[in-house]
């Protein structure tokens, strides 16, 4: 069902902050081109936590940040508003709690992640625009051991009796964790004590160095530390600022960031 000539401005802001100007019918086609539009578009960053600038989950607040002030985001911040923007456009969205295992080095890894459940037709489907890292593009249907092709990466989500699914990838041939998460319900209080976490923990890595990640047309832009890495189909071009004022001009340029 079209619904385009009831969109609140905040949805439409937001739409046109992702660059989506198609059609809004609550099909699965539509939720897998909003989160296409929505990694293209936005970035993920920790900007604010390094700079002591305490985060809010409060929508309003995270409309002004990434839509208005054209800023982005971590997991708990993105994730929030694009589920609120499915909402709005008539989805049933259940948030969700993940543990990351990629890259993890605590065996289990804390709750510190937050993903969705769409339900499109009768189909559940996991949704997640706020990884700094490779994941999928667009929506992962929740069956089974279903490996889904996105490009040149491979999915799969694989169950767990003790940790209910993983989404796992393929590379070099074997499958790898990189979260798992259960169904039960989050309220958005739940996410305020991982946030917090995140934000303030000695050995929080949100604290320790500059995260940023994009999704480009033909790869992906990334910055951690002082690094600047541009990733262009097999290629990758490293970029390191050697003043505050090539730094800002690199988040202005790949990011659309102002400091």
């Known amino acids: ?18 660059g989506y100007s198609g059609p809004l019918d609550g099909s699965a086609a539509v939720l897998a081109k909003l989160q296409y539009c929505h990694l293209h578009a936005v970035p993920y960053e920790n900007l604010d936590i390094l700079r002591g600038i305490p985060l809010s989950l409060n929508i309003t607040k995270l409309h ?12 708990f911040e993105l994730n929030a508003l694009f589920g ?4 709005e456009l008539g989805y ?7 543990r990351f295992w990629r890259d993890s080095t605590d065996s289990p890894p804390k709750r510190r992640h937050q993903v969705l459940k769409v ?15 490779i994941v999928p593009r667009e929506p992962i249907e929740m069956i089974a051991y279903k490996e889904q092709t996105q490009g040149d990466e491979i999915y799969r989500l694989e169950p ?15 499958w790898h964790r990189i979260y798992s998460f259960t169904e039960e319900p989050q309220l958005a209080g739940d996410y305020e004590f991982a946030t917090f976490w995140c934000e303030n923990a000695p050995d929080s890595i949100f604290k320790q160095t500059p995260i940023l990640a ?13 690094e600047v890495r541009v990733f262009k189909d097999s290629d990758v ?3 390191t600022p050697t003043s505050d004022g090539e730094f800002d001009a690199a988040l202005l340029k790949y990011f659309g960031i102002q400091r």
């Open 214 to 226: 994009i999704r480009t047309n033909d790869g992906r832009i990334t910055v951690f530390g002082s």
């Open 64 to 75: 002004d940040k990434i839509v208005t002030r054209r800023r982005g985001g971590y997991c």
């Open 92 to 98: 049933d969205v259940t948030d969700l709690v993940a």
């Open 84 to 87: 609120w923007l499915l909402r």
């Open 119 to 133: 339900i499109v037709d009768g189909k559940p489907y996991l949704c997640d625009v706020g990884v700094g890292g």
């Open 1 to 18: 069902m079209e619904q385009q000539h009831q969109l609140s401005p905040e949805v439409k802001a937001y739409l046109d902050r992702i």
């Open 160 to 174: 767990d009796k003790e940790y209910g699914w993983f989404l796992t990838e393929l590379k070099r041939e074997e």
């Open 237 to 239: 071009e490293v970029l």
